[in-house]
C-alpha cells in the first residue's frame, strides 16, 4: 500500500513538472521569438518603406511596382533569417525566385548561394519550435508503458499563406499568428502526452527502488524526495534533448537594432533592383544636331532609372559607389518626364564622333562601379542572425524545479 501511494504521488509530481514547469517554460520562449520575429518583420517593413519612399518621391510608384518591392523585401528576408525562419525561408524562396533571382545568378556571384532550397516541411519546424511532444512520448515509450497516450500530430504553420502575403503588415500578421498557433499546440501536446505519467503501468516507486534498494527501507518522506530529484533528472533530460534539437527551445534571441537590420535589407533590395534595370549607357540628341546628354537607361523597362536624383542620393546613403555622372541635370525638361519614356532621338555614342568621347566615358566607368558594387558585393545577410552580435544565444537550463522562479526573473528584467 505505501508503494502505491508512493507512486500516486510521485506520478502526479511528473504530470506537475511536464504539464506545468515544462508547458511553461516552453510557451515562454516561443513568445520570446515570437517577439524576436516581429521585430524582423517590422525591420523588413522599414526596409520596404523607404525602398518605395524612394519612388514615391519622384512620383513613380503604381501598385504593381509596390508589390515588387515587396517581393524583393520578402526574398532579402529569406536569406537573412538563418535558423530562426528557416522553416518559412524555404517557401519563400521556392516562391519568388523564378521571379525574382533565377535570371540574375548566373552574373551575380551573392545570388549563387541563394539557390531555392526544399520547401519546409513539418520536420524542419519541428527542428525549429522543437517537437515536446515527442520528447515526452518517447521517454514514456522507453519506460515500457502500455497504451501510451500520443501527441497530437505537428503541423508547420501554413507557409504558402505568408509568401501569398499582399504587403509588410500581412506578413507580420500572419507571422505572428503563426507562432501564437505553435504556442496553443505545444500546450495541447504536452498535457496530452503528459497523461500518461499518471498511466497504472508506470510504476515509479518501483523505479527509484531498482535505483537504490536503500530507498525501499527509508523513511516515506525521504523516499518521496528521493523519487522526486529522480524525477527531475527524467526531465531535465528530456529539456536538455529539446534544447538540443529545438532551436527556439534552446536558445535566446539576442537584441536586434532593427533600424541597422532595416538597413542591411534594404541595401541588399537595392542591390536586386540595380542588377534587374539592366542599365546601358546612351546618348540623347536633344536636337538632332549632336548636343545632349549621356544618360544610364534601363534595358529592362525602357525608362531613364538613374535620372532622379533621390535615387542617386538614397544609393549614394546606403554605400552604393553612385556617383554624379550617372544623372544629368535638366534632363526632365529635355524628356518631357522626371521619370519617363526614352525620348524618340537617341543614338549609341558611337554614332556621335564629334562628341566629347570623355564624356562617354566618364558615365560608363561610374555605371560599372555601381554595375560590381551590385555584381560583386558579399551577401550581407547571409545567416545574418546567426553569426555576430546578431547570433542566437544557447540558454543555460536551470533545474525544471526551478522553472517558474526562472521566467519570472526573467519576466521582471524584461520590465
Not at 31 to 38: G, K, S
Not at 51 to 78: D, H, P, T
Not at 107 to 113: D, E, M, P, R, V
Not at 290 to 299: A, D, P
Amino acid at each position: 500500500m505505501a508503494n502505491e501511494l508512493l507512486t500516486s504521488k510521485l506520478q502526479q509530481y511528473m504530470f506537475d513538472m511536464l504539464n506545468t514547469n515544462v508547458r511553461d517554460e516552453f510557451e515562454y520562449q516561443l513568445e520570446v521569438w515570437r517577439l524576436h520575429l516581429a521585430d524582423i518583420a517590422d525591420a523588413q517593413q522599414q526596409a520596404v518603406q523607404r525602398f518605395q519612399g524612394v519612388f514615391e518621391e519622384v512620383a513613380r510608384q503604381e501598385e504593381e511596382e509596390r508589390r515588387k518591392n515587396f517581393e524583393y523585401g520578402m526574398f532579402i528576408l529569406s536569406l537573412f533569417s538563418g535558423p530562426a525562419l528557416s522553416w518559412a525561408a524555404g517557401a519563400i524562396q521556392y516562391g519568388l525566385y523564378a521571379k525574382v533571382a533565377q535570371k540574375l545568378a548566373s552574373k551575380a556571384s551573392w545570388l549563387n548561394g541563394a539557390a531555392v532550397k526544399t520547401i519546409s516541411d513539418d520536420k524542419v519546424w519541428a527542428k525549429v519550435s522543437g517537437d515536446a511532444g515527442k520528447a515526452i512520448f518517447s521517454f514514456f515509450i522507453d519506460k515500457g508503458i502500455n497504451n501510451v497516450v500520443q501527441a497530437p500530430n505537428g503541423q508547420a504553420p501554413n507557409t504558402a499563406d505568408l509568401v501569398n502575403s499582399i504587403d509588410p503588415a500581412a506578413f507580420k500578421s500572419k507571422l505572428d499568428r503563426a507562432m501564437v498557433r505553435e504556442k496553443w499546440l505545444t500546450r495541447e501536446a504536452i498535457t496530452s502526452v503528459a497523461q500518461n505519467a499518471k498511466s497504472p503501468t508506470f510504476d515509479v516507486a518501483k523505479e527509484l527502488f531498482q535505483a537504490d534498494r536503500w530507498n525501499e527501507t527509508a523513511p516515506f518522506y525521504l523516499q518521496e524526495q528521493v523519487g522526486q530529484k529522480l524525477i527531475h533528472k527524467w526531465v531535465n533530460e528530456i529539456r536538455e534533448w529539446l534544447a538540443r534539437e529545438g532551436h527556439y527551445f534552446g536558445n535566446d534571441p539576442a537584441k536586434l537594432d532593427i533600424g541597422s537590420v532595416a538597413q542591411t535589407m534594404e541595401r541588399e533590395m537595392w542591390a536586386l533592383w540595380v542588377l534587374q534595370q539592366d542599365f546601358r549607357v546612351v546618348f540623347f540628341d536633344q536636337d538632332g544636331e549632336g548636343h545632349g546628354h549621356f544618360l544610364v537607361k534601363s534595358q529592362a523597362t525602357g525608362l531613364f532609372a538613374l535620372e532622379p536624383q533621390p535615387i542617386v542620393r538614397r544609393l549614394r546613403w546606403l554605400g552604393a559607389p553612385a556617383d554624379d555622372f550617372l544623372t544629368s541635370i535638366g534632363l526632365a525638361d529635355a524628356a518631357g518626364a522626371v521619370f519617363g519614356k526614352a525620348p524618340a532621338k537617341r543614338r549609341q555614342y558611337s554614332d556621335n564622333p564629334d562628341m566629347n568621347k570623355n564624356a562617354g566615358a566618364d558615365v560608363q566607368k561610374s555605371l560599372d562601379m555601381l554595375l560590381n558594387w551590385a555584381t560583386n558585393r558579399p551577401l550581407e545577410v547571409k545567416d545574418f542572425l546567426n553569426k555576430g552580435p546578431n547570433k542566437a544565444i544557447p540558454r543555460k537550463l536551470p533545474s525544471v524545479e526551478q522553472v517558474p522562479a526562472y521566467i519570472n526573473s526573467r519576466v521582471q528584467a524584461s520590465n
